[in-house]
């Protein structure tokens, strides 16, 4: 079987690609030994190379990408999709693999196109605990946070509207993060989802930034719905229903 594993970045996918591939799902290769704080861990390069060149991004442009809003896949660009999955096919006959890579979230609906049978985990958090890992900390620069806050909340709202629209397509199971962190029968849950037991890899260290008030981003929140119809607080509540179905 095939493990798809969404979520915005800094939302968890880190932890369950970990898990997932030291519980015998290969999620890549010739991954660096590196800390919860480091990025593209347990990533499988190949579709974090390609997401990129689809996306026309930088690997430090995590808030000012997007997808377009048509989007057609040239004969070149869905060749090289299709290599990927044949080479992993290849590759791990008769054994389960996956990959993860924040960026599918908004390039899935183009991987579904070459993609066999596969499942979907979806892994979620609430803004108010990503936020802090992206605003400016310092004073000198402050006065970025609100267009900083408005750039991350638009970002997430795209990220997890993805999400949303994988599950719904496929065989799938979505988490909230904080949940996880705490919940043992959630682990259980996501074991009997892959059908085989997998190795506990939460850590204290990992569960922080927690929910908080902060100016920017409610201010970014209350625009974003007047300006663009956006409700961050309607789709945490698809992302809910989602993970209840």
């Not at 190379?49 to 689809?54: A, I, R, S």
């Not at 989007?71 to 660009?77: F, I, P, Q, R, T």
């Not at 006959?93 to 890579?101: F, H, L, N, S, Y």
């Not at 900390?137 to 402050?142: N, P, V």
């Amino acid at each position: 079987m095939i493990y798809i594993v969404l979520g915005m970045h800094k939302s968890g996918t880190t932890l369950l690609s970990t898990m997932l591939h030291k519980s015998g799902i290969n999620m890549g290769e010739g991954f660096s030994v590196g800390t919860y704080d480091t990025g593209n861990q347990y990533e499988r390069d190949e579709v974090y190379q390609l997401n990129l060149k689809l996306l026309g991004s930088k690997d430090d442009q995590t808030l000012k990408l997007k997808a377009p809003a048509n989007w057609m896949l040239s004969v070149s660009e869905k060749n090289e999709m299709q290599e990927v999955v044949d080479c992993c096919e290849e590759k791990y006959e008769g054994i389960d693999w996956g990959a993860k890579e924040p960026r599918t979230c908004l390039t899935y609906k183009l991987w579904q196109e070459v993609l066999p049978k596969h499942k979907v985990i979806g892994i979620f958090r609430r803004p108010e605990q990503i936020w802090p890992r992206y605003r400016w900390k310092g004073w000198r620069r402050r006065y970025v946070n609100l267009y900083w806050a408005w750039l991350f909340l638009n970002r997430w709202y795209e990220y997890n509207e993805g999400l949303i629209d994988a599950v719904n397509e496929n065989e799938s199971i979505v988490i909230e993060y904080q949940e996880f962190m705490t919940d043992g029968a959630l682990l259980d849950q996501l074991s009997v989802f892959t059908g085989r037991k997998l190795l506990d890899e939460r850590r204290a260290s990992m569960h922080r930034s927690k929910k908080g008030y902060d100016a920017p981003l409610f201010i970014a929140k209350y625009l974003l719905l007047i300006f663009k119809g956006r409700s961050v607080d309607r789709l945490i509540d698809r992302l809910y229903s989602a993970k209840a179905g």
